[in-house]
């Protein structure tokens, strides 16, 4: 047996604080693990992306005609009118004021700064323009020979209709629709402080979060989950876990890909979801404070940062306990076969989790274009479950047996994720075009503990048994690219590069039994046994960026995928099994098409192929029995799902309304889903597990908006619904397979109202439901959530006083029934979760807060490729040039 994972403390406040101020003590040349998402482009700008080179895309505005050559000169800097933040590539057009169309333009650059060189003599006009703004124009001038204009700050407001800001306070908008994504704006979240990533992701449009913190996109679960453009082994393995241990009042926002480009791995057959944590941007020591109680659970978190010239260093540690969770109870009745059995079982858990996280990061340049970062994030989860089942089975309604088990389970984990990333661009002193070549690297390795113990209990309450399940696991992953992507001209860009992720799962598992007294010893029945699954993923794409005079933008591009696998059973034993998975390779084709209809509106349409890989928990064949009822087992066979998506959507803007609409179909083959059996040694059980079952086909709809009733006052929401055929094989009742089908529809919707109110208080409501969803042998059940919350910020926004409620009305909690079905069984489960919860959050900040200009980061490996078990982004690559900090605007937080 492998030794058990360490497993980290919840790091002390004052041991942080001592570990910050001797950090800031530390001259080394490397760099921050922060999050690259985020950008200083203000309510309208590139913020969030996938790392910064996403921000160094625009659609720039094709000319009307050849400009005429000179040896004129105009220059300038874009900022936002209410931070004071610099406006990164936003369109300058040079306007001939006779013909009134463009002859000329550029983009600004990473620093708001723009150059437009060798313009004739004439007379002319600037148009300013990027999303969230408005069009600003500038006084008309002329240009005679040997001119050279600098046109100073050019402030740009912040555009109502587009992102319902309210430019009299200054508030961004809670939903951005971009070119190439919807963004959540999470910190203007009131109700989700004090909980984690999935409180979060709950009020996410498209996005819906079960009772377990499984996430789903569209109705898949079959998406990829990013935090800060980065992969981790930890949401490999279970992305619910995942995300309890990243604190929600650490996210900035959070990103919904449904059509990626080329550039993305293959992985996700839904899309992606990229959650943005946030960044310092301030200059010199500061420290943010975090901390909650409620009747739940209880948080803190505690995070620092030191900037001064060139190196930046971050240090952050966050701890959540849980308690008084009363998780569940469950009566379920099954029907076996022709025979007349029924299982009937009652059960009661009470979970007691236990999260961490700590980060490390730092950031230095180099050089003016060359950039190091390097981080570490450490993760630890212990989460313990104390579960009462009561199990009878009968027989023609006569009682054949009853059983009594006190169950412990112990799911543990810890993991690291180390990355080392450098950037260099490269461009022309005369002119915007330019080209960036990166190399990322990245080590990920969790230690994964999945055991339990139960004692079997007489009628009266005595013990007569015992039996213990041990399951240790390991799941490794190094990933080694390099990226390159050149602006061909103002309206054309290439991009190119090449990956290699090699991955490593070892599963460790044994049965272990004995009597009431005395030592355990191996199970005969159920003899231990281990996985070694080697999987090595090589990876190249291209793709090319083509913007029209008319105002298309073409995205097309191709990524080839070749997977090996290398899988044994039973590694421990003297000869191993080897496992004939045969290598595979895909190639995967994307093609992003908008169009600007008006200033207000914007059709697109996409299509890519996409595929899902297995993950660990579909994998590990641990045959795990800790409800000997409902028995999950893993498939190491499983082969990779291939998705074909479309999409089209249209985004308008009506006033103060924003307005979005969007259909889309996906075809699966050879598609993962979960399958229930019966089991030939168990009366009553059912042993649930993984198989490619088939075919799956999806069509839906969704339509949100998002509305400023007042400044003051805004509502967002909308409704989603899809139908799905799935198609697969089950076994029958003799014992051969039978081909066996399911089709059904499911809606869901959600709605959120925020007030800001007079001296600092602001308020919020929301309510979330999601109807029955099909699956291929039956119905899971639907739920909902509400929350309203309270908030109450102080002087300058140093921090804020909270108080938040969940679920609040009646005792019964949120009741969940699932129906099955199948040749086999029919099954019938009610599960109620006892969620409410009320809590009291405060934050405060700390330490000198003088603005610098954001830095630019270097590209980091982002992995989008493996399955858990639960438009177009066009635009030409624009240098980064230095420019000072802004003065006179205080950055939003």
Known sequence: MKTSPFYLPILPARLLLVALFLLVQVTVSLAQFGPPGGGPGGPG???????????????????????????????????????????????????????????????????????????????????????????????????????????????????????????????????????????????????????DASDVLKRVPMLSVDLDGNVSLRGSSNIRVLINNKPSTIVAANVADALKQLPADMIKSVEVITSPSAKYDAEGAAGIINIITKKNTL??????????????????????????????????????????????????????????????????????????????????????????????????????????QLTSTFANEVLLNSTNRDVNRKDLSNSIDMNLD???????????????????????????????????????????????????????????????????????????????????????????????????????????????????????????????????TFK??????????????????????????????????????????????????????????????????????????????????????????????????????????????????????????????LVGAIITTFQNIGVQRTMGANVFFNTNITSKWSVNGGLDGYYMYLQGTTPGTDGKSVSISNTGVSIGGRLMSQWQLNKGWSAQVFSFFRGPMPQLQGTQGGFYMYSLGFRKDFANKRGSLGLAGENFLGKQGVKVRTSLTSPTLAQTSVMNLYNQNVKVTFSYRIGKMTFEAPRKRARSVSNDDVKDGGGGDGGVAQPQQAAPAPTGGRPRQ
Do not use: C
Not at 358 to 363: A, E, I, N
Not at 585 to 601: C, D, F, R
């Open 556 to 681: 097309i591009g191709t990524r080839y995928e070749h997977t090996g696998i290398d899988a044994q059973s039973g590694i421990a034993e003297a000869t191993p099994t080897k496992l004939a998975i045969p290598g595979y390779g895909n190639l995967v084709p994307s093609l992003n098409i908008s169009k600007s209809v008006t200033s207000a509106t914007t059709l697109k349409a996409a299509y890519n192929r996409r595929i899902q890989r297995p993950g660990l928990q579909q994998l590990n064949p641990n045959v795990n029995a800790a409800n000997p009822q409902m028995i999950m087992v893993g498939n190491p066979t499983l082969r990779p799902e291939l998705t074909d998506n479309v999409e089209l959507s249209l985004s308008t803007s009506i006033k103060k309304t924003y307005i979005n609409a969007s259909v889309f179909g996906r075809l699966t083959e050879n598609a993962i889903s979960q399958v229930r059996i019966p089991s030939d040694t």
């Open 283 to 388: 200059h010199g020591l500061t420290l943010n404070l975090d901390t909650g109680v409620g009747i739940r659970g209880s948080n803190l978190g505690l995070n620092g940062s030191y900037r001064q010239g060139k190196l930046g260093i971050s240090l952050g540690g966050f701890g959540r306990a849980m308690y008084n969770r009363q998780s569940s109870t469950l009566d379920q009745t099954t029907l076996l076969g022709t025979q007349a059995t029924r299982t009937s079982q009652q059960a009661t858990a009470f979970d007691h989790p236990l999260f961490g996280q700590y980060t490390l990061g730092f950031d230095y340049d180099l050089a003016k274009n060359q950039t190091l970062t390097a981080g570490v994030r450490v993760g630890t989860r212990r989460f313990v479950q104390d579960q009462n």
């Open 45 to 195: 700008g590139p913020g969030g992306g996938f790392g910064r080179d996403e921000k160094k895309k625009t659609d720039i505005m094709a000319l009307s005609q050849e400009a005429p050559k000179g040896n004129g000169k105009i220059t300038g800097l874009l900022v936002d009118s209410t931070s004071g933040k610099p406006v990164e590539f936003a369109t300058v057009a040079l306007i001939d004021v006779k013909t009134n169309k463009p002859i000329d333009g550029t983009t600004s650059d990473a620093k708001g700064k723009f150059l437009l060189s060798k313009l004739a003599p004439g007379n002319y006009r600037l148009q300013y323009s990027f999303i969230g703004y408005r069009n600003l124009d500038s006084a008309p001038f002329a240009i005679v020979k040997g001119s050279d204009l600098n046109m100073g700050s050019v402030k740009m407001p912040a555009d109502v209709r587009l992102l319902g800001e309210v430019t009299v306070t200054g508030q961004a908008a809670l939903i951005e629709e971009k070119v190439d994504r919807l963004v959540f704006n999470a910190d203007k979240d009131v109700t989700a402080k004090g909980g």
């Open 422 to 552: 450098y950037s260099r661009t490269f461009k022309r002193e005369d002119s915007q075009l330019a080209s960036e070549w990166t190399i990322s690297t990245q080590y990920s390795r969790t230690g994964l503990v999945n055991n339990f113990y139960a004692d079997l209990l007489s009628g009266t309450g005595a013990l007569t048994g015992r039996q213990r399940n041990l399951n240790d696991n390991t799941n490794s992953e190094l990933t080694l690219q390099t990226d390159y992507q050149t602006a061909l001209t103002k309206n054309q860009m290439l991009e190119f590069g090449v990956k290699a992720i090699m991955r490593q799962v070892d599963s460790r598992y044994q049965y272990q039994v004995g009597g009431a007294t005395g030592d355990l010893v191996f199970d005969p029945r159920n003899p231990a046994g281990s996985l070694l699954y080697d999987q090595n993923i090589g990876a190249g794409y291209i793709s090319y960026t083509y913007v029209t005079p008319s105002k298309y």
